[in-house]
C-alpha cells in the first residue's frame, strides 16, 4: 500500500504542528519530542488494564499526545503487521487483534521508544521481568496485552497509521522543567 494522500488542509495542519516543534527544539528541548505508538490489545481492555499502563507511562514522566478507543479493521491490522505477513501465526495475530477493542496511544519524551520498550518487557512473556508491563500481566506470548514501537523509524510510521495528524496534540507540559535537566 501506499503512501496516504493528504488534502491541502492536512497539510497546512501538519506544517503548523512541525513549526510548533521547531519552536519547541530552539528553547532547547531537543530531543523530548521523541514520540512512540503504544496500544493496548483486546485482552489488555477487557481485563481492564489501560488505567495502569496509562498510569506507569505518566508517571515515568513521558507526555500522552494521543490516544483512542477503536475496532481496528482488517485493512489497518494488515498493514500495521505487513512485516509478519508471511510467519505461521499472522492469521492467529489478526484474529486476536480483531477480537475486541484496542487502545491506540502516542507518548512522547526523551527517548521513549527504548524506555517503552523496556517498561513493556520481552514479547515472550516468560522473558519479562517482574516489573515491566509484561512481566506483571501475562502469561503466555499469545495474549501479551500490549505493542509498542521498536525503533523510531517504526514509531513514525506506526503513528501515521492509527492516527491523522489532527487527532494528535501539540501541548505545553508544565511539569518537563521537573523531568528534565
Not at 11 to 16: G, K, R, V
Not at 37 to 46: H, R
Not at 154 to 159: F, G, L, N, Y
Amino acid at each position: 500500500m501506499g503512501p496516504k494522500k493528504r488534502s491541502r488542509r492536512e497539510l497546512h495542519e501538519l506544517e503548523d504542528l512541525v513549526a510548533k516543534h521547531a519552536r519547541i527544539e530552539e528553547s532547547g528541548w531537543t530531543g523530548v519530542n521523541e514520540r512512540t505508538f503504544i496500544a493496548v490489545k483486546p485482552d489488555g481492555v477487557q481485563r481492564r488494564l489501560v488505567g495502569e499502563i496509562v498510569r506507569r507511562f505518566e508517571k515515568r514522566g513521558f507526555k500522552l499526545v494521543g490516544l483512542k478507543l477503536l475496532q481496528a479493521s482488517e485493512d489497518l491490522l494488515r498493514e500495521h503487521y505487513w512485516e509478519l505477513r508471511n510467519k505461521p501465526f499472522f492469521s492467529g495475530l489478526m484474529h486476536y487483534m480483531s477480537s475486541g477493542p484496542i487502545v491506540a496511544m502516542v507518548w512522547e519524551g526523551l527517548d521513549v521508544v527504548k524506555t517503552a520498550r523496556k517498561m513493556l518487557g520481552e514479547t515472550d512473556p516468560v522473558n519479562s521481568l517482574p516489573g515491566t508491563i509484561r512481566g506483571d500481566y501475562c502469561v503466555e506470548v499469545g495474549r501479551n496485552v500490549i505493542h509498542g514501537s521498536d525503533s523510531v523509524e517504526s514509531a513514525q510510521r506506526e503513528i501515521s497509521l492509527w492516527f491523522r495528524q489532527k487527532e494528535l496534540q501539540c501541548w505545553e507540559d508544565g511539569s518537563k522543567h521537573w523531568i528534565y535537566n
